[in-house]
């Protein structure tokens, strides 16, 4: 029986993890002299103190809730998918092939097109990792690092090879037509009648990361196949046992994780840019990791998590436009929450441990006679 009830776990372990970073990164600009809590206010209003900050913030949640959720579901099955920024990578590459080559009449179609390209190019470049593992027992950590090199440069030779129009010096593809332009969250709002202000930063793909959210929910918790990647990462032996089939499992999985991290690429490529670029990615295949671990692998965990590290990156952005404080420093804080919700997560947790089980043995002992 658990030591801890559920909402312990989920719940006090990340938070006292994330105010023991935030102690520690307030120390950090203490002693670079800087005021933390005049930093702290002005992340604050920087990040969700006005429509332009939440709508940053959501944009970069966006991009870490397709990271998170491609992280997460490999979790569940024990592999640890370190692919995810090649991954987005080719996704970009598939979203580009989708809105250069095909002339679509609206852009919600194209969106559709778009989202099947990103997630089959993410996909395929997780298959290979997981036939690796599968069949070759190539550890998955260390063929998903290769991969991501490997992305890069595959990304690099189709853009100046066959995306990058003839006579420009700016590595990048075309940029795509002015109808697969994507609504934001505000003109959408606005559209239906409800008055918003009006921000560019955030759109409707954010609302296809939640779906997302809902649907690997659904698939873990709600499916035969969900409980036999589940059986899968707690116990292979018992899995096989069971008739599950690990080489069919680790695929299928690595195949979900990719296709998630290729989505990502709707955002960054479609969304923001409106053309494939080099460094649309900016690390959210590696932010990912953090947030499924803050997240304890669970969609609901991976969305707030997501939306804390948003508030991070649009946050930090601001401190570094208007303080002395460096914009590496948002790294330190981050590799703070990771190492306290992550390596340190024992930390925390054996001592509620203790005090949940001492209450319990109050409790069943009754009052004294």
Request: one cysteine or more.
């Amino acid at each position: 029986m658990d030591v801890m009830p559920k909402w312990a776990e989920v719940v006090l372990v990340p938070l006292i993890s994330l105010i023991l970073a935030a102690l520690i990164s307030a120390l950090v600009i203490l002693a670079i002299g800087e005021d933390p809590i005049a930093a702290t206010k002005l992340m604050v209003e920087g990040a969700v103190g006005s429509v332009r900050g939440w709508g940053y913030t959501l944009y970069y949640a966006t991009n870490f809730i397709f990271t998170g959720l491609a992280v997460s579901v490999a979790f569940h099955a024990r592999l640890f998918n370190i692919g995810g920024e090649g991954q987005a990578m080719l996704g970009g590459l598939g979203v580009a092939m989708m809105l250069l080559f095909v002339d679509w009449p609206h852009w919600s179609i194209g969106l559709m097109a778009a989202t099947l390209g990103a997630a089959a190019f993410g996909a395929f470049w997780a298959l290979i990792p997981a036939y690796l593992q599968a069949k070759r027992g190539s550890h998955i950590v260390i063929t998903t690092i290769m991969f991501n090199f490997i992305a890069s440069a595959l990304l690099i030779y189709a853009i100046n090879e066959f995306l990058k129009p003839v006579g420009q010096s700016d590595p990048a593809s075309a940029r795509f037509a002015a109808s697969m332009d994507l609504p934001t969250l505000n003109s959408m709002l606005n559209a239906m009648g409800i008055k918003a202000s009006k921000d560019d930063s955030v759109n409707v793909t954010f609302l296809i990361s939640l779906v997302c959210a809902v649907g690997v929910w659904v698939l873990m918790w709600r499916t035969r196949l969900g409980y036999e990647i589940r059986a899968f990462g707690n116990s292979e032996s018992a899995a096989r046992y069971a008739g599950i089939n690990p080489v069919k499992i680790t695929i299928i999985t690595m195949l979900i994780s990719g296709g998630l991290a290729g989505l990502m690429a709707t955002n960054t490529v479609m969304g923001e840019s409106e053309k494939l670029i080099l460094n649309s990615t900016e690390g959210a295949g590696f932010i990912g990791i953090a947030v499924a671990l803050m997240g304890r692998s669970h969609p609901v965990g991976v969305v707030i998590a997501a939306i804390l590290f948003g508030f991070l990156y649009q946050g930090g952005a601001e401190l570094a436009l208007w303080t002395s404080i460096p914009r590496e420093l948002i790294v330190v804080i981050q590799a703070l929450v990771i190492l306290f919700t992550g390596a340190l997560d024992n930390m925390v947790r054996m001592p509620l441990e203790r005090i949940f089980l001492a209450a319990k043995l109050r409790k069943s002992a009754g009052p004294a006679e």
